[in-house]
């Protein structure tokens, strides 16, 4: 594959569109929003950038036939309402050329919820990114078709893409399942007044968030077993995970929890503003990739 279309230009259709240009593709773009379409090539210019290569200019279309014409991988990257997402995907499967693969990349939608009374159901495939598509490899992959869903994974793994194949549909997918639950665990320790944003934050990335970077959960406590590793873990150490389990929180989503949030997110930034976090995650984020690219490079389990 090597013509894509990006329907949909916010934040996703843009960092894909960075990451698959920075791959020597073609990307067509199309947004029923006209101030999406007139500052998408300038901010596919700032991620590519990011990824330390020198712009391309994306064809910028002004209808969806003319940016689906001739596309092999159709990328649908509407808001998450699976009533827009149903018109959109009905409306790409009418128009997209057949042998095209056509993808969501919803972050949280069951298929056979957004696919519902679209004229081909098992033509569509989940796709979803992990934000931002253009740093972060994992893609989340669904589909009643596992001829097209290990065609679009073959391509994915290609372009340098990490892509995990769901066996059955779930809300959430994998990664926004395992982030919401500790989400809503960091909102009940604020609320109970356990901690601060900023300490909940540096509890996670100056500790397991490290780890996590090499090592999923399982293989986390595989290691935590010691030499009898996860079955010694399992056996020995189970019981305290219930015991924690047993005492996770549901937050209140209050007004007043509201304002915890945002007060102590204001705290915990310093003063810096929304442009400099997000130049300061990239930064991050791209030394972190390089740093696990140079260890597997020294040596390799």
Not at 42 to 67: F, K
Not at 285 to 295: C, P
């Amino acid at each position: 594959m090597t013509t894509i279309a990006v329907i949909g230009c916010g934040t996703i259709g843009v960092s894909w569109a960075a990451y698959f240009l920075s791959r020597g593709l073609l990307v067509t773009a199309f947004d029923p929003d006209t101030n999406a379409r007139a500052y998408f090539a300038q901010r596919v210019a700032e991620d590519m950038r990011t990824l330390g290569v020198d712009p391309i200019t994306p064809v910028v279309s002004p209808t969806l036939e003319e940016a689906l014409q001739g596309a092999e991988l159709v990328v649908e990257n509407a808001p998450e309402s699976i009533a827009l997402k149903q018109q959109v995907l009905a409306d790409i499967q009418l128009i997209a050329p057949s042998q095209a693969l056509v993808v969501s990349s919803t972050s949280s939608l069951k298929h056979s919820d957004i696919t519902e009374g679209t004229p081909a159901p098992e033509r569509i495939i989940i796709a979803h990114p992990f934000n931002p598509p253009h740093l972060v490899p994992l893609v989340e992959l669904y589909g009643p078709d596992s001829e097209r869903v290990q065609r679009l994974a073959d391509f994915y793994h290609s372009i340098g893409k990490q892509p995990v194949v769901l066996r059955k549909e779930m809300v959430g997918h994998i990664a926004n399942r395992l982030s919401s639950a500790l989400w809503r665990e960091a909102l009940y320790l604020l609320q109970e007044g356990v901690a601060s944003v900023e300490d909940i934050d540096l509890a996670v990335t100056a500790g397991p968030g490290l780890r996590w970077a090499i090592q999923g959960p399982f293989l986390t406590y595989h290691l935590g077993g010691g030499q009898g590793g996860i079955r010694h873990y399992l056996e020995h150490l189970g019981p305290s995970q219930e015991y924690r389990w047993a005492s996770l929180g549901q937050p209140t989503m209050s007004d007043e929890l509201y304002e915890q949030v945002i007060q102590g997110v204001e705290l915990a930034t310093h003063g810096h503003s929304l442009p400099d976090l997000f130049s300061e995650r990239d930064r991050q984020l791209t030394a972190i990739q390089h740093a696990l690219a140079n260890g597997k490079q020294e040596k390799s389990l």
